[in-house]
């Protein structure tokens, strides 16, 4: 462990920093008093690289492809972060080399870019995304480094329009199986202030579960009522093997391409929650006690009236 590692003001390495959950990551680093050195692909010429320099973050290009960059870069680190997004190439290929880099520049924590639903629960084969993660999750159990995944179920954020379960239009909450299933909801923010407190913990445990709100569908009901002033009505789409089925025909009727996440994935996801395996238990919300957990009617009340 090298003396920045150990020093009260710890180099962490964040890589995504250009994205919308590592921005935040970074925002929140340099408010707890880390040196932040944020790794950018030398291709980005994007307005996104400024941020983390305005924040007084050292910004890094690096070329992703090179472990020996790699390494340089994440020399003297206590912890790397990954805020990366994408597919087998960002999340298995990209990750294994910025990990290898990490051990050998004798860097003694990561945190690879999970922060989803619980998929050590789920079945191989029933998200697409996530069986990604399982995969990357199975190289970084076989370093000698100490790893940190935090799971916080689906970003609130997405419940305001992205996710189609609160329709505020006809105003319905769409829901497959039970509405008294428990599903867990955290904001960006809060997943960011989380990851950004547990970076700056040497004494994370392998795995982290937090939930800015345990809500069912009832519990969404009442939320976007109070949030908007106006009734909402249930509407049951079919059981949870009924969105199963829907998911699959989606992904086989979709051509083949690119998207993170495309509209096939999405219902992969909520089968995933629907069907209560991947439920984050037990909930590490109060470990770090001075976070402010957003809920779920906060958030929907930032939503512009229509
Ligand atoms: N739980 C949920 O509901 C939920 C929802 C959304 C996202 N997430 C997760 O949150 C994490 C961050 O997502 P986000 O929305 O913040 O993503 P984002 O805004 O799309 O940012 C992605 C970041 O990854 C970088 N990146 C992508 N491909 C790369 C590559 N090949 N090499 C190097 N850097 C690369 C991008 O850099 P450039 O600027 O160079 O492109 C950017 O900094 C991901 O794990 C994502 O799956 C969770």
């Known amino acids: 462990m090298t003396d920045s590692a150990t020093s009260s003001n710890p180099t962490i390495v964040l890589a995504g920093a250009t994205g919308d959950l590592g921005l935040r990551i970074a925002r929140h680093l340099v408010q707890r008093g880390a040196a932040v050195r944020a790794l950018v692909r030398p291709s980005n010429t994007s307005p996104a690289v400024a941020s983390p320099r305005e924040l007084g973050v050292e910004v890094v290009e690096v070329d992703f492809n090179s472990v020996a960059a790699l390494q340089q870069a994440c020399t003297g680190a206590a912890c790397v972060v990954s805020a990366l997004s994408g597919l087998r190439e960002v999340i298995v290929d990209a990750q294994k080399r910025l990990l290898d880099a990490a051990v050998a520049a004798g860097v003694p924590r990561f945190i690879p870019s999970d922060y989803c639903i619980d998929y050590t629960k789920l079945p191989a084969g029933s998200n697409r995304n996530l069986d990604l993660r399982r995969e990357f999750s199975q190289r970084l159990d076989q370093t000698p480094i100490q790893a940190t995944s935090v799971l916080n179920g689906m970003f609130t954020d997405l419940l305001t329009g992205q996710a189609p379960?609160?329709?505020?239009?006809?105003?319905?909450?769409?829901?497959?199986?039970?509405?008294?299933?428990?599903?867990?909801?955290?904001?960006?923010?809060?997943?960011?202030?989380?990851?950004?407190?547990?970076?700056?913990?040497?004494?994370?445990?392998?795995?982290?579960?937090?939930?800015?709100?345990?809500?069912?569908?009832?519990?969404?009901?009442?939320?976007?009522?109070?949030?908007?002033?106006?009734?909402?009505?249930?509407?049951?789409?079919?059981?949870?093997?009924?969105?199963?089925?829907?998911?699959?025909?989606?992904?086989?009727?979709?051509?083949?391409?690119?998207?993170?996440?495309?509209?096939?994935?999405?219902?992969?996801?909520?089968?995933?929650?629907?069907?209560?395996?991947?439920?984050?238990?037990?909930?590490?919300?109060?470990?770090?006690?001075?976070?402010?957990?957003?809920?779920?009617?906060?958030?929907?009340?930032?939503r512009p009236a229509a």
Request: aromatic share 10%; net charge positive; glycine share 6%.
């Open 165 to 302: 379960v609160i329709l505020f239009s006809p105003k319905r909450v769409v829901y497959w199986g039970s509405a008294d299933q428990p599903l867990d909801f955290t904001t960006i923010e809060n997943t960011a202030e989380f990851t950004a407190a547990a970076a700056l913990d040497p004494t994370t445990p392998r795995y982290l579960r937090v939930a800015g709100e345990v809500a069912t569908v009832r519990g969404l009901q009442a939320a976007a009522s109070a949030a908007t002033r106006q009734p909402f009505r249930l509407l049951w789409a079919g059981s949870v093997g009924v969105l199963g089925a829907m998911s699959k025909i989606a992904k086989a009727l979709t051509p083949k391409n690119d998207d993170v996440f495309p509209p096939w994935q999405g219902m992969q996801y909520l089968h995933n929650m629907f069907t209560g395996k991947p439920k984050l238990a037990p909930l590490d919300n109060a470990r770090y006690p001075e976070i402010r957990w957003t809920s779920v009617q906060e958030v929907l009340a930032t």
